[in-house]
C-alpha cells in the first residue's frame, strides 16, 4: 500500500482506518457537500435520473462482488434476488401495511433469504453447474412472479407506494437522489469493512482455493451460503430502490440479460475490488445512454441498414467491451485506477 | 432645418415607416409544440418500432408541407428506449425538461413502466402498448391507439366460433395459445383466455417461446396432441412466419386454424413464410395496402414516394401513420379552440377526451376518445392470407369489453 510520505500509524485504528490523512478528509467532506447540494444547483431531470438508476446498479453489483468477486461463486440469477426485494418491499408496505422504514431492510432480507437457498448448491457444485443452478433460480423466480396471482399482480406488475418516512415522501427526484446517495454512501462503507474484515478474508480465501480454505479451518459451508447472503440482500436493497423510484415493478424489469450484463460489468469494473462495481455500473449505465443517442442518428444516416444492424448496436457495444476486458485487461478499470493512483502519487518521480 | 418645414411630421413619418418594416420584418410567429417519442427502435421491437418511426415521421413531414395547422409548428423529439425499463424514465425526464406537449409510445413496456408518471406529470401519450390494460382502468394519460390484446383474441375467437357452428359441429372448439415469453406476448391470457372458456371454447394450456425463435415445432406439436382446433399467437410477423412454415411441414394446416394478433398482418409475413402463408389469419383494426381506393392508403403510398423514394408495403409503417393521425388532429382541435399560444399537455388531454368521431381517412373506423373512455375501436376485422396476399375475411366484429380485474 503506498502512503504519502511521513504518514505513520501509530495505532492498530490508524492502521485500519480507510480514511487515513487530513486531505482524505477534507476531500470526502467536499464530496459530501457536493452530493447534498448537487441536485439543488442541478436542475436536469434527465441527468439526475440516469445517476439514481446508476446508483441502483453500483448497489446491485456490490452484492454480485461479494458472490462472484470475492468468494469466486457464479450467479446467473442476481437480477431475480433483485425482484425479490421488489416486490417484497411493495406487498409489506401494500398488504402488510408495514412503513417504508420497516419495509426496505425486509426487503433486502427477504432477497437474502432466497438467495442463500438459491446458493446452496455451491456447496457441492461450482463453476459452469453452479451457473445453471443460479440459472434456475432467475426463471423459477421470473415465473413464480408471473404467476403469483393478485400478491405478485398477474401479468400487470404492481403499483409501488413512494418511498418516505411519516409525513416526509420522496416525491421529487432530488429528494430520491439523497436518499440514494445515503444508501451508496452505507452500502459501501458495509462493503468495504466486509472486505477488510475475518468475513472478506475467509471470502477470498475460499475464491482463491476452498480445498485449501477448508484445510486452514474456515467453514467453507458457513462462508459460501454468507456471501450468497450478502449479496442478495444488497441484491435486495437495489430491487427495492429500483421499484420505490419507477413505482410500478414487473418481472419483465429484472430479465435473464440484466444479470448476465451485470456479470459482464462487474468484470470491466474489476472484480473483488471495491471500486470495481462503482466503475462497471457507471460504464455500463453510461454505455446505455451512449448507445441510445447514437443509434437514432446513425440509423439516420445509413437507413438501408438500419433494421440490421444498429437495432442490435447495443449488444454489440457491451459484447465488445466485455471482450477487450476479459483479453486486455481482466482485472478491469479498478487495476489501471489503482496504477494511476500510484503513479499520481510518485509523480514527477518515475519510481 | 428651414421654415416651413414640419419636424412632427417627419417624426411621425419615421414612427410609421418603423412599424410597416417591423411588420414586415417579423412574420408572425408560429407556436411550437414539442412531442415526444418514446423510439424503441433498437432492440426486441426494433424492426416494428423502426417502421413505427417512419410511418410517424412521414406524416408529420406531410402535415407541415400539404396540410399545417394554423399557428402551430410540430417539433419532434425522439429518443432512442430500446424496450429497456431502463431507459424510459430518464428520457421522459429529458421530455418534461424539454416541454414536451404530448407523446407516443411503442410498446408495453414503456406504457407500463411510465404509466404512473404519466399521470403523476399530466402528459397525454398515444400508446400502442395495449399489453397494459391497467394503463386505461381508471382513464389516465395513456390513449391507446389499438384494441386490447385481450379484444383481439376475443374477435378471433368470435369469427371462428362462427365458422364452427356453421360447419355444424357440436362439440367445443379448442383454443391453445402459441406465443412470445412477453408483457405483449403474454398479455391476451390473463382477461381473454377466462373469457373465451366462457363463450365455449375448451381452453389448452398456453405454450410460450422465447427471444426469436427459429423453430416451434415443440409447441405445434403439443397442440396437435392435446387437439387443438385455433392456435392463437399475439405475436410478430417474423414469429408468425415461424410458426405458419412449421405448422405447413408438420402437416397441422387444415387440421387447425391459425390466428395471429395485429402485428401478423404483413408483408413479412408472406416474404418469411411463401406458402405456408396461405390461409393465415390476423385481428386487426385498420386498412391494408391492397385497398387501393382507401384515402389513408393512397396517402401512405405518396408519403412513402414523397419522402423515401418508393413504396415499401410496411402493415407497421400505416400503424406509425395512425398515432400521428390522432395526434395532429387533437393539436389542430386544440389550436382553434384554445388558441395556438394555448397548446400545452393540458390543451392535448382535452382535446383528446373531447373529440369525437377522429376522421382517420380510411385507415381505421374513425377514433373516439371520451374522459372516462380510452379504448377507441371497439370493432374489430379478421384479415386472410390468400395467393400471398391478406384480404378481407370478416369486418367489424364487435368485441366485449373485458375490464381489468374483472373475470
Redesign the interface.
Known sequence: MWRPSGIFNKSYIEDRAVIRTRAQWTALVVFLAAIIFFPFFFSNQYILSVIILTIITIISLQGLNFILGFTGQISVGHSAFMAIGAYATTILMTRLHFPFLLSFPCAGLCAALVGMIFGLPSLRIKGFYLALATLAAQYLIHWYLLHGGNLTGHLFGLSVPRAGIGSFVLTSDRTYFLFAMFMLLLMSYFAKNIERSKVGRAFIAVRDNDLAAEIMGINIFKYKLSAFFIGSFYAGIAGAMWAHYLLRIHPDHFSLMDSIWYLGFLVVGGLGSAMGPIFGAIVYMGLKELVSMITPFLGSLFPGISTNIFSGLALIIYSLVVMVFLLFEPRGINRQFGLFKAYYRLWPFAY | MGKGEKPWAVGILGIVLFLIILTLGSPVSAKEVKLGVF?D???PI??TA?QFWKGYSDYFKWVEKHDPIPGVTVNIL?????Y????Y???L??F??AGISAGYIMGT?GT??M???LRRLKIPCVSEGSG???AIEPPGYIFLLRPLYPDVLTAGCIHFMDLWKKAGHKEKPKVITITWD??YG??H??LGEPWAAKYGFEVLPAQLFAGQPSDLSTQLLRAKSLGADLVFSNILEGHFAVLLKDAKRLGLQGKMQFCGGSECRGAEVVKLAGDAAEGGWSVNHFADWSEAKNKGIQLGMQMQKEFRGGVDYQTQYLMGVIPARITAEAIRYAAKTFGPDNINSEAIYKALTTMQKIDMLGLTPDASFSPTERRPFKYLNVSKCVNGVWVKEKYGIEVPWLK?GAK
Do not use: S, W
Open positions: 423510439g427502435v433498437t432492440g426494433a424492426f423502426q425522439m429518443e432512442d428506449t430500446g429497456d425499463p431502463k431507459r424514465l430518464p428520457v425526464k429529458k418534461e425538461t413496456m407500463m413502466t404509466n404512473d408518471e397494459f390494460p391497467p412477453t408483457p403474454r398479455a391470457i390473463e381489468p
